[in-house]
C-alpha cells in the first residue's frame, strides 16, 4: 500500500495537494481517477510513498485517506516533462495541476496515452521570424516541407481558434491529410478522431492547436511554433491568469525541440533575448514599417460637424455612399454607447455602487441602459428618469468617449449599410462570423466593431481607428506596445490601391503622445530601443519579474512586517479602493529564474494575496 500525494486536474478546486491511498504499483507520474467530495475528477500523482514510512504521520492525521478510483494512465508525463511542468508551476506560482489541467482537455483523458519526449531531438534554440503575414505562411510553408522530407512533425500554437483556422486555410493546400485541428471548439468525436490521428497516423504531422500537451505524444516532433507570438490572448482566463508562451518554451525546453517564435512585430521580451544573443533570426528581422499610417489630429478638425468622425474620415465615406463600392472597418475599443458618464460640476463619474467601475451607456430595446461590464449591474433610465451626481447632486451629467453603439447611431444619417460586431450585439464566435460574412459578401458597407472585429477580418479597403486616446488612460506599462501592435496589424489588413497605397487612419486627441509619433517612424529599431530603456529604468519585464498580490483589508502593521520579510526588494503598495490593497514586488528576472529559493520564499510571504506572475494588467 502506498501513501499518494496527488494535484487535481480540475478548475475551482482550491487545493494543490491531496493525499490518498493506493496499490504499490502506482508511481508519481501516473494520471489516476479521485473522488473530491462526490465530485469525480482526474488528478496527477507527484509522490508516492510506503504506508509503512508514513505510519506514524497518518496515526496522528486528523483526516482520513481516501482511495483511489482507478489508474488511468501509467508513467503520463515523461520526466523531462514533468522536470519542465514543474519549473513552470514554480516560476509562475501555479499550482502544477492547474497548469496541466490547462494543457488538456476533458474530452481527452480516457483516451490519453503516455505524453513522452521526440526521438532523436536537434536540441533547444529559440528562433525568431518578424515577418508580415504573407511572408511568415510562405516561410512556415518553406519550413513544413523541409521537415516532412526529414520524416519530423510540426506543432504550431495559436491564442485564438479564428487565427487557427484561418492558417489552416493557407496552410493545408495539398497536405491537407496530414493537417490536424485541436482546440476547444470541436465536439468530442472531432476531438478524440484528430488525437487518435495523432497517435497512430505514421506520416509527419502538422498540428494546429491553442496551448496544450497533446502534441508531444508524438515521438518525431521537430519543431514547436508560437505564432502571433506577440498577442495577449495567450494568457489564460480569469483572476489568476497566466502566460502559456512561457509554459510552452519550457515544454521545448525540456523535449530539446527548436522553438520559432512568429508574429508580424515580435515581443520586446524577445527583441531583448535578439540582442542578447539568445534568440536566432531565420530571417532579418523586420524593423521597419512597410504600410502608410494617417494620423489624423482630431483637435485641428474640432469644426468637424461630428465628434466621432473627422473630416477626413467623413469624406471617405461620403465617397463610399456615392460610389456604393468599397468595404471599411470602423475600430472602436468599446462596445455600447458611450463608455463614459461624468458630473459636468464637479467631475465625478458615474460608477458602479458595487465594483466602482465606470457604468457604460447602452441602447436595449429603445431603453436607455446604464451596464457595468465587471459586475453587470445595470440601471434603467426612462423618459421620467434623470440621472444625478452621487457627489454634489448635479443633474448636468454628460456622456463621454467612443463606443461602437454610439459610431452606429451617427452613421445611421449616412445612409451607408452598417454591420456591428462587438460583445453584446455578437456574444458568440459563430454570430460574429456571420456578420462578419454578411459584410463581405455585401456589395459595398462600414463594418463596425471592436478588436473581436478586428481579429476576424482578413483584408478589407481601408481602417479607421476610431480613437486608441482611452488606452492611455490605463496605467499599464504595456500600453505603447499594445497600440504599435494593433495599429501595424491592422495596417497589414489594409487592401493596397494601384497607386501602391492602403488606407489606414488612426483619429486622436493626443497630439504629442511619443508612440503616436513612433507608428509613422520609418524604423521601429529606435522605438524598441526607447521601450527597452523606459523597462529597465522602470524595473519592469522583460528586465524584471513583477509579482503582483491582492489583500482585502491589510493593517499597516501587517504591510510593514511583509516590507521587512521581502528586504532588499523594490516593494510598491496600491490602494485600489474597497479596503483592497495590491502589493509589487520587483525582482531581476534572473534571479527569479535561477533561484527556487527566492520564489518559494515570495511564495510563502505572498500566499493569502493570490500572487500573479507579470500579470496582463496591473490595477485591474
Not at 253 to 268: E, Y
Not at 501 to 524: C, D, H, M, W
Amino acid at each position: 500500500m502506498r501513501v499518494l500525494t496527488v494535484a487535481p486536474l480540475a478548475s475551482e478546486i482550491p487545493y494543490e495537494e491531496l493525499s490518498y491511498f493506493g496499490k504499490d504499483t502506482i508511481n508519481a507520474g501516473d494520471l489516476v481517477e479521485i473522488t473530491i467530495k462526490r465530485r469525480i475528477c482526474k488528478g496527477l500523482v507527484i509522490d508516492a510513498r510506503d504506508a509503512k514510512e508514513e505510519r506514524q504521520s497518518l496515526r496522528h492525521a486528523s483526516f482520513g485517506l481516501k482511495k483511489i478510483s482507478k489508474v488511468i494512465t501509467k508513467e503520463f508525463l515523461h520526466p523531462k516533462l514533468w522536470k519542465a511542468i514543474s519549473f513552470a508551476s514554480s516560476y509562475l506560482i501555479q499550482p502544477l495541476g492547474t497548469i496541466i489541467y490547462d494543457l488538456l482537455s476533458e474530452k481527452s483523458f480516457e483516451t490519453l496515452i503516455p505524453v513522452t519526449i521526440p526521438v532523436g531531438a536537434k536540441g533547444f534554440e529559440l528562433l525568431l521570424l518578424e515577418q508580415n503575414y504573407e511572408n511568415r505562411i510562405t516561410r512556415y510553408k518553406t519550413t513544413i516541407r523541409e521537415l516532412f522530407s526529414k520524416r519530423k512533425s510540426i506543432v504550431m500554437f495559436f491564442p485564438t481558434v479564428t487565427d487557427l483556422e484561418y492558417t489552416r486555410d493557407e496552410l493545408a493546400f495539398g497536405i491537407n491529410e496530414y493537417v490536424i485541428c485541436l482546440h476547444g471548439g470541436l465536439t468530442e468525436k472531432q476531438y478524440n478522431q484528430a488525437q487518435d490521428n495523432i497517435i497512430h497516423n505514421t506520416h509527419p504531422l502538422l498540428i494546429l492547436t491553442t496551448p496544450s500537451i497533446l502534441p508531444w505524444i508524438r515521438v518525431d516532433l521537430g519543431l514547436v511554433i508560437i505564432e502571433r507570438e506577440h498577442s495577449s490572448y495567450y494568457y489564460t482566463h480569469g483572476e489568476n491568469g497566466y502566460d502559456m508562451r512561457f509554459v510552452i518554451e519550457q515544454l521545448a525546453r525540456g523535449s530539446s525541440i527548436p522553438l520559432l517564435l512568429g508574429s508580424h512585430m515580435v515581443t520586446l521580451k524577445s527583441h531583448l533575448l535578439y540582442k542578447q544573443r539568445e534568440a536566432t533570426e531565420i530571417m532579418p528581422l523586420q524593423f521597419r514599417n512597410d504600410n502608410a499610417i494617417s494620423v489624423v489630429h482630431m483637435v485641428e478638425s474640432s469644426k468637424s460637424v461630428s465628434p466621432y468622425l473627422s473630416r477626413t474620415t467623413l469624406s471617405i465615406l461620403h465617397d463610399i455612399s456615392l460610389s456604393k463600392k468599397g468595404h471599411y472597418f470602423l475600430y472602436a475599443h468599446r462596445k455600447g454607447m458611450y463608455p463614459t458618464t461624468i458630473c459636468y460640476d464637479c467631475g465625478t463619474l458615474y460608477v458602479c455602487p458595487k465594483c466602482d467601475r465606470p457604468y457604460v451607456l447602452h441602447k436595449i430595446a429603445n431603453i436607455r441602459t446604464y451596464v457595468c461590464h465587471e459586475c453587470e449591474n445595470i440601471v434603467q433610465l426612462d423618459d421620467d428618469t434623470t440621472l444625478a451626481c452621487k457627489h454634489c447632486g448635479s443633474w448636468r451629467m454628460g456622456t463621454l468617449g467612443i463606443a461602437t453603439g454610439g459610431v452606429e447611431e451617427e452613421l445611421k444619417r449616412l445612409k451607408i449599410p452598417i454591420f456591428v460586431i462587438d460583445g453584446e450585439r455578437t456574444p458568440t464566435r459563430a454570430k460574429a462570423k456571420k456578420v462578419y460574412k454578411e459584410w463581405e459578401e455585401s456589395s459595398y458597407g462600414v463594418l463596425v466593431g471592436t478588436e473581436m472585429a478586428h481579429n476576424i477580418i482578413r483584408k478589407c479597403d481601408g481602417i479607421i481607428i476610431l480613437s486608441l486616446d482611452s488606452l492611455f488612460s490605463l496605467p499599464e506599462y504595456r500600453t505603447d506596445e499594445k497600440i504599435l501592435n494593433l495599429v501595424t496589424e491592422m495596417a497589414e489588413k489594409v487592401k493596397i490601391s494601384p497607386t501602391g497605397e492602403g488606407s489606414l487612419i488612426l483619429q486622436t486627441r493626443l497630439k504629442n503622445a511619443p508612440v503616436l509619433k513612433q507608428l509613422v517612424a520609418p524604423s521601429y529599431k529606435e522605438v524598441f530601443d526607447t521601450l527597452l530603456k523606459e523597462r529597465d529604468e522602470f524595473l519592469l519585464p522583460p528586465y524584471y519579474t513583477v509579482i503582483k498580490a491582492s489583500f482585502d483589508n491589510l493593517p499597516d502593521t501587517v504591510k510593514f512586517r511583509m516590507e521587512q520579510e521581502l528586504e532588499p526588494y523594490v516593494v510598491e503598495w496600491f490602494e485600489q479602493g474597497r479596503g483592497v490593497t495590491l502589493l509589487f514586488i520587483h525582482i531581476r528576472e534572473t534571479e527569479w529564474a535561477n533561484n527556487p529559493t527566492v520564489r518559494n520564499r515570495i511564495k510563502r510571504i505572498t500566499s493569502g494575496g493570490k500572487p500573479l506572475i507579470n500579470p496582463l494588467h496591473f490595477f485591474i
